[in-house]
């Protein structure tokens, strides 16, 4: 299957297991990376060879360059983050209202 550049928000431990599987075992790359704090996400960015690091999720979005996004933040925190990348429309998801 083709790469996907994908953009990861919320760099935790989980984020970097995604992140070293997904370069390991896949043609995809994770290129941007979204944090509350510009230095943590710009951290796992170079921890992790992303080239881009964010401190919202609007500005990795306002950027460009991503096919798709994993959210690893805790399961309550997930559709305030995702309502932004939904809302966007730019990774082909539709919302309907």
């Given at each position: 299957?083709?790469g ?9 431990h ?25 230095e ?8 992790h ?14 950027a460009?360059?991503?096919?798709a ?10 559709a ?6 939904l ?5 082909g ?5």
């Amino acid at each position: 299957a083709p790469g996907l550049r994908w953009g990861v928000v919320s760099p935790g431990h989980i984020a970097g297991q995604f992140t070293d599987t997904a370069h390991r075992a896949t043609a995809s790359r994770i290129v941007s990376v979204v944090s509350r704090s510009a230095e943590r996400a710009a951290a796992f960015a170079a921890e992790h060879g992303a080239e881009h690091s964010f401190d919202s999720v609007e500005g990795m979005l306002a950027a460009g360059g991503i096919d798709a996004v994993y959210i690893a933040s805790p399961h309550a925190q997930h559709a305030e983050l995702a309502r932004p990348v939904l809302e966007d429309g730019r990774l082909g998801v539709e919302v309907l209202t």
